[in-house]
């Protein structure tokens, strides 16, 4: 058992501070309970981690980074943290804080020390024009601090790689990494702040936040290890003509392998699986390297907003974690879900909808992409179907037109736009709102006007968030999709049908958290004026 016992007579004031360590208890067991990762790939495949507190362990978990036995997590933990600390150390070549000898800042010798410093130091600069552009809308990664985290984990792994080095879009695999690591700091810290008698060492010392950079390089590296073929290209080389001699441009793109692995999706997989849009693209002159480098190299990280990247990377590190074998299924899977828009495109359209890729529901990428990984196991999803015979024009596609424009250049990383941070925001919001009413509503008691009062309007706020279409729209009846899975909630005490759902829209009054009408004060009426929990007492 990782906490203590919770009191169940406690007082009222420790009511919520108990509530939350429980929570963690709770979903701590119900992830790590586990004699294998059998079962928590299952989770991780269904989207149940979307709003888990211990993702970064899950994918320790499922990149084999951790053994399946708990008991050996934090030696193996502080084997990889000890590790890096001799990498950066080694690397870490001042020659103004060591005696350099003979060397001077002049030498061209390759042992020099101050040859390999002044290279050091323009490595870094290349590294830092990517850096300071990673999700600039985004203050996590504005920070002097997490700028130079990424530096010194990129700058590391460049040194330990030298045939590869450090490749744009690199910066893009790390930053999710940091960011998961660091909601799961954050996490623990809430939790530490309620009670920190009742928080297990083994936690505290797992997700301490003091080894974020190490921690972070352990998952970039194992990561990397499975995607170096995807950066292994010399991207196109312009050699310096000679004066009789033209500019003769140059590229190593034919033989590398992430051409080889596009041309197979394309041949082997889209021809199989979509031989119409295979067969379109063909006539069009489509080239694959032209968006393809890019879904590959980022793993689609510039092709969905940060909330459904996460969720696209728990099903490929939980599938397939030594080889991403699940990345070509969901290429293809991508290719057949805007294929409508693709089919009535000429060659600037399709490209257009390829390099600034529309919105998809994040769950039918993935599982269309299971069906094709493994047929028996997974069933294919209708609207797959839908999408293959139904030739009208006004076809309902799962897609979202308008969207923001992506670079356009092969091979071009500029920063990732911004888009649909809000609606990220908003969607995360009204998944823990739906997890704390599924919680709250089965224990609080009808007597309790003023809690229950507080749970319809958590199902209220919960339809005013709402930000994806099909679900509930404020104001107007709308019919539920079918082909968009609700995400179920991390907790053994879901239902099996799922978290509980906003009501329709027909069914909200819209009477609770009102403003009163003509009132010149800001009371809101409906908001309960007591302590709902506190109140709990007297039943």
Known sequence: M???????????????????????????????????????????????????????????????????????????????????????????????????????PLSQHE???????????????????????TSPGVEFFGTEK???????????????????????????????????????????????????????????????PAY??????????????????????????????????HVKTTSSTSNSEVVQKLSKIRDTMLTKHDPELYGHLLDLDISFTTFGVRWLRLLFGGEFSSMDLLVLWDAIFATSPQD??????????????????LLKSDNTDCLKHLMRYPHVDVMTVIEYALHMFDPKMYKLPSIINSLKHDKSENIKSNVTDHQPERPSKLNTYLPRPTRNSADDLLELCRIKLLQYHSILNPVVPIQNKEARQALTGMLELCGMLNSRPGIIEMGKDVVRSTTT????????????GGPLLPPPASAITMKVFRKTENSSDSQIQGAPTKNPLKQMKRF
């Open 111 to 133: 042992d020099s020390i101050w040859k390999q410093y002044f290279k050091d130091i323009e490595l870094k600069k290349v590294i830092e024009q990517d850096v300071v552009r």
């Open 324 to 341: 991403f074998a699940l990345v070509n299924h969901i290429f293809v899977a991508m290719l057949v879900l805007i294929r409508i828009q």
């Open 485 to 496: 899975p609700i995400d179920t909630l991390l907790t053994p005490e879901t239902p099996e």
């Open 2 to 104: 990782f906490y203590t016992n919770v009191d169940e007579n406690c007082s009222n004031d420790n009511i919520s501070q108990n509530v939350s360590v429980k929570l963690y208890e709770t979903e701590w067991r119900y992830l790590f309970n586990i004699t294998n990762t059998n079962e928590l790939r299952t989770t991780a495949i269904k989207a149940k981690l979307r709003t888990s507190r211990f993702r970064s362990l899950c994918w320790r978990l499922l990149l084999e980074i951790l053994p399946p036995d708990s008991t050996k997590w934090l030696m193996a933990i502080e084997k990889y943290r000890s590790l890096y600390e001799q990498i950066k150390s080694t690397h870490d070549n001042d020659p103004h804080a060591q005696d350099s000898g003979p060397d001077d």
């Open 212 to 245: 974020l950079e190490a921690d972070a390089y352990s998952l970039f590296n194992i990561i990397m290890e499975v995607m170096k073929d995807y950066y292994n290209i010399n991207d196109f080389i312009v050699s310096a003509p000679k004066p009789t001699e």
């Open 146 to 208: 997490i700028r130079k985290i990424m530096i010194d984990i990129l700058f590391c792994y460049s040194r330990e790689h030298p045939d590869l080095c450090y490749r744009q879009g690199m910066h893009e695999i790390l930053a999710p990494l940091l960011f998961v690591l660091h909601c799961d700091h954050q996490a623990l810290l809430h939790v530490l702040e309620q009670s920190s008698s009742d928080v297990s060492d083994l936690i505290k010392k797992i997700l301490d």
